[in-house]
């Protein structure tokens, strides 16, 4: 248990660094969408590759944020139906729910480094190379897998103790 603990730790360590770098991003797409706008409103000449780069530093704050959503419970849930069970059954849905989740997320990953590795275009303006954001697919979708498997444990758990009860 204790080694599980050490794991978390670590887990949620890289997965706060790894959601930084996505925050960081913030404040560029903030301040280049903001120019675009002045410049497209004010002297009627936009920003030339504003809205790719827009595109390409979303896509790295949704996808590195994923895990760090799910780490803090961020994510939209619907319990209408599940807060009305049992405790005990409350923890064996979201063990079944986790695994769902974790199958798909690995399909994500897969896909994503599949469609990464064979990646060969880039940007119509800018001329960017799109396999690293293909890749990040992968690599936000490996974060947000470690997170799920930490929830899949203390589910477990739950369940346990609950039976040994």
């Given at each position: ?27 560029p797409l903030m301040l280049i969408t ?92 800018l001329r960017v190379p799109q396999w ?27 369940v346990r103790r609950k039976i040994t009860?």
């Amino acid at each position: 248990m204790e080694q599980l603990e050490g794991f978390k730790r670590v887990i949620r360590r890289i997965t706060y660094s790894v959601c930084a770098v996505g925050m960081f991003l913030a404040i560029p797409l903030m301040l280049i969408t903001t120019s675009d706008v002045i410049s497209r409103g004010f002297f009627n000449k936009p920003i030339p590759g504003t809205l790719e780069l827009s595109e390409y530093m979303l896509s790295i704050i949704i996808l590195l944020g994923a895990a760090y959503t799910q780490q803090v419970k961020g994510h939209v849930g619907v319990d209408f139906l599940t807060k009305r069970f049992s405790k005990r059954t409350q923890s064996i849905l979201e063990v079944f729910t986790t695994l769902a989740s974790m199958l798909i997320i690995a399909i994500m990953i897969w896909q994503g480094y599949v469609e990464g590795i064979h990646e060969k275009t880039v940007s119509d303006m800018l001329r960017v190379p799109q396999w690293p954001f293909r890749l990040l697919v992968a690599v936000g979708g490996f974060m947000l897998l470690l997170e799920l498997f930490i929830d899949l444990f203390s589910a477990v758990a739950r369940v346990r103790r609950k039976i040994t009860e």
